[in-house]
C-alpha cells in the first residue's frame, strides 16, 4: 500500500497556490487603492513574486501531475505558510484578518501527511504566529494614524489561533483518517462479496464446459464413423468403434443437457433456510469446535415447514463470516438458531465464549476495532481480530435489508462456573421476509439432465 506521505500530487499543490497568489495580489491592491491603507507595496509584491517564481520552477522542474514524496511535501507546505508569514507580518501582524490562512497548510498535513509532518507544520504554524505577534510593521491609514490593537486582544487572538491550529489538525486528522479506513474496510467487503459472487455462479462453468467439449466429441465421433466403414469386415472391431460413436452421441447429449440446466437452475438461487446456513458454516465446522445447527418458528401457530430463501451471496458470506468469528472465541460449541415467522426470518449466532468486551460493545461493526476480549492463547491465523470481518458481515447483511443487534449472552464479569452455557458473544440477524423470499414456495421445476 502507498504509504500515506505519498498521496498528495504537485499539480493540487501548485493550483491552490495560484489561488493564493491572486487572493493575495487583490487583498494588497484593494487595501491600498480602495481602503487607503499605506503598506509596503514593494516589499509586498516582492513576497507575492517570490511565490509566482517558485510556482513556475515547480512545474519546469517536473511533471505536474507526478506525486510528492512524504518530504517534498513537508517543504512545499513549509514554503507556502512561511511566505504567508511574512506577508503577514508586513501588512500588520494579528491586526490583518488574513492570518487564519496560516492554518491551511496545516489542515492539509493533518489530512494526508503522517503525524510527524502534521506536528512539524503545527509547530511551525505556532512559531510564525508568535513572531507576528511580537513583531510586525503596522498598518497606517491615509491620516497617518497607526492601526494598532489592545495588547489583551493580540493575547487573545493569539491564544486563538494557537488553539484553532491544534484543533483543526486534530479534527481533520481524525476525520480523514476514519475516511480511509472505511474505505478500506469497504474495498475489502467489494473483494470478499466478488469472490462469493464468483462461488454461486459456478452454474456457468457448467454450460462453459459443454461448450469447450463439444469439439473434441465431435472430433471422436468422426474418428469412429471412419473406423467403422474401414471395419465393416470385421465385426468384433466393428462394434467397438460402434460403441465409441454411441458413447460420444451420449456424452454429447448430457454436456449440452447440463449447459442448459447449469444456466437457470433454481438450485443455485434457492435454497432452505438451513440449507444456507449450513453451506455459510460448513467451512468451519471442522475447526475443533462443535457447530450446532436448529431451525423452528417463533410462534406455535406459524407455518412449520422451513422456508426457501434467496442464496444470495451477501448472506452466505456475511452469516460465514459471524461463524467464524464465533468459532475463533467459542471455548467448545457455536450455536446457530434459525427461526421464522410469517413476517421476519431471524438467524442468531451464539458461541461459549468470553464475549463482546463492553468498553466497545457499541462500536461494533465499525472497521478496524478490537471487538473481542481475546485470551493470550486464542491463535487467530485467519485475520488479525481488529473488527474487519464483522465489518464486512454487518455491510453486507446490511445490504439484504437485514437488521443486526450484538450482545453478550450473561454477565462477563460472572465467574466461569456462574454463567450460562451460552455466554459468549451473541449476534441476531433479522429480515423482513419478503427481503429473502419474495416469492415464497416451492423451487421450481428444473430441467432435467440425461444420464
Not at 473483494?191 to 461448450?211: F, I, N, P, S, Y
Not at 463439444?214 to 460402434?242: C, F, R
Request: hydrophobic share 45%; charged share 20%.
Amino acid at each position: 500500500m502507498m504509504p500515506r506521505g505519498d498521496w498528495l500530487r504537485l499539480r493540487t499543490l501548485v493550483n491552490l497556490r495560484w489561488i493564493s497568489i491572486f487572493g493575495q495580489l487583490v487583498a494588497i491592491t484593494v487595501c491600498y487603492r480602495w481602503l487607503d491603507v499605506h503598506l509596503p507595496l514593494a516589499a509586498c509584491y516582492s513576497v507575492v513574486a517570490v511565490a509566482i517564481f517558485a510556482n513556475f520552477a515547480f512545474v519546469w522542474a517536473s511533471r505536474g501531475n507526478r506525486l510528492l514524496t512524504e518530504a517534498e511535501a513537508l517543504l512545499t507546505l513549509l514554503f507556502d505558510m512561511s511566505q504567508l508569514s511574512v506577508l503577514v507580518f508586513l501588512t500588520g501582524g494579528l491586526s490583518n484578518p488574513f492570518v487564519l490562512l496560516i492554518l491551511a497548510p496545516v489542515v492539509i498535513a493533518a489530512s494526508a501527511l503522517s503525524l510527524g509532518t502534521t506536528i512539524v507544520l503545527a509547530l511551525c504554524a505556532t512559531a510564525w504566529v508568535s513572531f507576528v505577534t511580537l513583531w510586525h510593521l503596522p498598518m497606517e491609514l491615509s491620516d497617518n494614524t497607526l492601526l494598532q490593537t489592545p495588547g489583551l486582544f493580540r493575547f487573545g487572538f493569539w491564544l486563538s489561533m494557537v488553539i484553532g491550529i491544534g484543533f483543526t489538525s486534530v479534527y481533520a486528522r481524525r476525520v480523514s483518517t476514519e475516511i480511509r479506513t472505511t474505505s478500506k474496510a469497504l474495498l475489502a467487503t467489494q473483494m470478499a462479496l466478488a469472490r462469493e459472487q464468483k462461488l454461486t455462479d459456478l452454474g456457468g462453468v457448467v454450460a462453459a464446459a459443454a461448450h469447450e467439449l463439444g469439439t473434441p466429441l465431435a472430433t471422436i465421433k468422426l474418428v469412429s464413423a471412419e473406423l467403422m466403414e474401414e471395419l465393416a469386415d470385421n465385426p468384433d472391431l466393428y462394434e467397438d468403434a460402434a460403441l465409441i460413436r454411441e458413447q460420444a452421441d451420449r456424452c454429447r447429449d448430457i454436456l449440452r443437457s447440463m449447459g442448459r440446466a447449469g444456466k437457470d437452475d433454481s438450485h443455485m438461487r434457492q435454497a432452505p433456510l438451513t440449507t444456507v446456513l449450513r453451506e455459510a458454516a460448513e467451512p468451519h465446522m471442522g475447526r475443533g469446535k462443535m457447530v450446532e445447527l436448529s431451525a423452528r418458528p417463533e410462534q406455535a401457530d406459524t407455518d412449520a415447514r422451513i422456508p426457501t430463501i434467496l442464496r444470495r451471496p451477501e448472506v452466505i458470506h456475511g452469516l460465514r463470516n459471524l461463524v467464524q468469528n464465533a468459532v475463533d472465541f467459542a471455548e467448545t460449541t457455536v450455536w446457530i438458531d434459525a427461526r421464522w415467522s410469517d413476517t421476519r426470518i431471524l438467524v442468531r449466532v451464539s458461541d461459549d465464549g468470553t464475549g463482546f468486551s463492553p468498553q466497545i460493545l457499541g462500536r461494533i461493526g465499525e472497521p478496524f476495532v478490537r471487538s473481542r476480549r481475546q485470551p493470550q492463547d486464542v491463535v487467530r491465523p485467519e485475520y488479525d481480530g481488529m473488527g474487519l470481518g464483522l465489518f464486512i458481515a454487518k455491510t453486507l447483511l446490511e445490504r439484504t435489508g437485514a437488521t443486526l443487534a450484538f450482545a453478550n449472552g450473561s454477565d462477563p464479569f460472572l465467574n466461569p462456573e456462574e454463567r450460562a452455557s451460552r455466554s459468549g458473544a451473541v449476534v441476531e440477524v433479522a429480515w423482513p421476509r419478503s427481503a429473502l423470499t419474495p416469492n415464497d414456495g416451492p423451487l421450481q421445476q428444473n430441467r432435467l439432465i440425461d444420464l
